[in-house]
């Protein structure tokens, strides 16, 4: 072949290579052209960090939730928009200005990484047995009533609470299920919602290891965990020394050198110099302080093992036996001045003097302050080191409440059956 010839080979091959290339290139145009805008403009892992498409509109939208995804540490690591916010198993999907997005974020999306976490969470009371409180089982599936009876019996298959039901939809909806719905069942099939204590965007650390966090619902006179807290000298010690805590330690390596000072995760969640961290919060509990008489939990030598694993931490073994020494003789003694009153009001609605409707005479109120108010109270602060809450907030007003429970038995008495018609 002369090399004329061969030349012209060359080019008929580059020729016929640019053709085919050219004619490949437009096939991918037109059938990309026909792909659903959702698939081709679903966001790259650059396109969708805080810094990248998301951003570009939130932003100008919703600045603040950019901001705080850039301060998280989900950010640091390189987590995307679009990793949480994908959808999950069983979820509703929509298409948000091209790209694929759940229409309702749940615990599932947490899940997706955090699996054992959730796992424990399931188990915690507060999962189904805190949105039970209020709704009872109605919104359950028969799986998710069963598998949380295994861990709480007869806390989830219950009727809805009597009280709330009373006070009417509006004081459910912005006041019982603004804490309770920590527990609520998805319509995935999950349970909860975890940025009730971490926050969507911040989804922080710290922010769940303050006490304040915990006492947005562990407040108030029915469950005075954070006033009480702040009484003691844990307490007293976070305020002063909060700064040079280290909120934001990693919880597989946490220590007493970040944590010298405990707040209500450290002593019922976290692991601390080797201990395991769980975010089932009743692992380290002992007795149910939130019934009216409480009794000892099922697993409550191994719970109370646990918290004074936690508590040698930082306390020697004499102290912290005398600790619970002294709380678990509070907790008999309150029993007793509650089961008094418990047997009164037996007596009267075994004699006719209470009608079966609840809380329609002012007895129902008294009987329920006392138990539900100040018997908590001084049950719990015999637990947390709070003082006051033991006497004043507490043994006092059931002192006080006794006796006004025993004059208003003495009138019902006194006026008959059915107050004498």
């Avoid at 998301?54 to 928009?81: P, Q």
């Avoid at 009484?231 to 330690?249: D, M, T």
């Avoid at 019934?291 to 102290?319: F, N, V």
């Amino acid at each position: 072949m002369s090399g004329h010839e061969g030349g012209r080979m060359v080019f008929r091959t580059a020729f016929l290579g640019v053709v085919i290339g050219a004619a490949l290139l437009l096939g991918a145009f037109v059938l990309n052209a026909r792909r659903p805008r959702v698939e081709v403009e679903q966001p790259s892992a650059a396109a969708v960090r805080a810094t990248g498409k998301c951003a570009g509109c939130h932003r100008l939208e919703t600045a603040a939730v950019v901001h705080e995804f850039e301060l998280s540490a989900h950010a640091d690591r390189g987590v995307t928009c679009l990793d949480c916010h994908q959808p999950a198993a069983n979820q509703k999907s929509m298409d948000h200005k091209g790209f694929v997005i759940s229409q309702e974020l749940t615990s599932s999306n947490c899940a997706g990484c955090h699996r054992t976490q959730y796992e424990q969470f399931l188990r915690s009371r507060h999962a189904a047995p805190a949105w039970a409180a209020v709704r009872g089982v109605q919104d359950f599936t028969a799986e998710q009533v069963a598998f949380a009876e295994r861990y709480h019996p007869g806390w989830i298959d219950r009727p809805a609470n009597k009280l709330a039901l009373l006070e009417g939809p509006s004081a459910i909806q912005s006041g019982c299920v603004a804490c309770h719905d920590v527990g609520k069942p998805n319509s995935d099939g999950s349970i909860g919602t975890c940025t009730d204590c971490h926050a969507r965007h911040a989804a922080s650390l710290e922010l769940a290891r303050l006490p304040a966090t915990c006492g947005q619902c562990h407040m108030g006179p029915d469950h005075s965990q954070v006033e009480i807290y702040r009484e003691s000298k844990h307490g007293v010690l976070f305020n002063a020394q909060r700064s040079i805590l280290n909120l934001k330690a990693d919880p597989t390596t946490l220590s007493t050198a970040d944590m010298f000072v405990p707040t209500c995760s450290t002593c019922h969640m976290s692991g601390l110099d080797g201990l395991n961290f769980t975010h089932d919060t009743t692992e380290r509990l002992s007795w149910w302080l939130f019934s009216a008489i409480s009794e000892r939990r099922p697993t409550a030598d191994q719970g109370e093992t646990r918290m004074k694993e936690l508590c040698l931490k930082c306390h020697t073994q004499p102290t912290v036996d005398r600790f619970y020494q002294e709380a678990n003789q509070v907790v008999l003694d309150t029993n007793a001045k509650l089961e008094e009153a418990s047997q009164l009001m037996a007596a009267l609605k075994t004699e006719g003097h209470l009608t079966p409707a609840p809380f329609d005479q002012p007895i129902d109120f008294v009987y329920f302050d006392m138990w539900h108010y100040y018997g908590r109270t001084a049950k719990h602060g015999a637990f947390m080191g709070g003082a006051d809450f033991v006497q004043w907030h507490g043994n006092y007003e059931l002192l006080r409440k006794m006796v006004e429970l025993r004059e208003m038995a003495r009138q019902l008495r006194s006026q008959g059956p059915d107050g004498g018609n």
